[in-house]
């Protein structure tokens, strides 16, 4: 799931709370300029720049990672990267080209996709973050925990979770960002026409005044009036 490497981080912080302190912005240390790196042949100083070599990770240290990131499902991401990346492109390509010509469209695309961008490079990528910000003492307490049955029922519901967590966050928002636009339609006018109904809004009540009586219609015949009967003798 996108969400997950974001859970994962959550639920570090759950597991070991010293983790979790971090430093408030107003005390942030400021950034140090760190020296350029020196571009190699063929790459520019841009490149060299944009692109800095991570530090080789210790070989016990990286097999530690590896587990870790096994155990919580972490090797996965770039299976769902990959799986949403080409669900999004299908989605855009079918309103671009005929319907005849997707399916080997995304063929090629999926074939060319996952060979310039294989999902183990993503796992690859996050082995040296984790590196860089957990100790090895904090990999072994993490894997101890994540191998607990408590650390795999975290990893198997926290997708369910996050995605109703989302899901309630989002309604309330949404509902709160809806009445905030209201209370400025006054100053708005244009907002009204691209509002939804609003629910709480009273119903207008009906008019009571009866109705006129209708006109009557242009060059209509006059309605002929019937003459009075003669009364009949009584014998």
């Avoid at 070991?16 to 950034?31: D, E, I, V, Y």
């Avoid at 082995?127 to 650390?151: C, N, R, W």
């Amino acid at each position: 799931m996108k969400l997950r490497a974001t859970l994962i981080a959550a639920m570090l912080c759950a597991a070991g709370p010293a983790l979790a302190q971090t430093t408030p912005n107003s005390q942030q240390a400021p950034p140090q300029h760190m020296p350029a790196t020196p571009a190699q042949p063929g790459q520019t100083k841009a490149d060299a720049q944009a692109a800095p070599t991570p530090e080789k990770v210790d070989p016990a240290k990286e097999a530690a990672i590896r587990h870790l990131m096994d155990i919580t499902e972490v090797t996965k991401e770039g299976d769902n990267i990959t799986v949403a990346i080409t669900t999004q492109v299908r989605n855009v390509m079918g309103r671009a080209i005929p319907a005849d010509q997707l399916p080997k469209f995304m063929d090629t695309f999926t074939q060319k996709f996952t060979t310039s961008a294989p999902s183990t490079a993503v796992t690859d990528a996050i082995v040296p973050v984790y590196a860089k910000h957990f100790s090895m003492e904090d990999i072994q307490s993490l894997t101890k925990f994540y191998e607990s049955p408590l650390g795999q029922r975290v990893v198997k519901t926290m997708p369910e979770v996050a995605q109703e967590s989302q899901t309630a966050g989002a309604q309330i928002d949404q509902k709160a960002a809806i009445a905030t636009l209201r209370s400025m339609s006054d100053e708005y006018p244009q907002l009204k026409q691209m509002l939804p109904p609003d629910p709480s809004a009273p119903a207008p009540a009906p008019n009571a005044a009866p109705a006129p009586n209708a006109a009557p219609a242009p060059n209509a015949a006059p309605v002929p009036k019937l003459a009075p009967q003669p009364q009949q003798p009584q014998q």
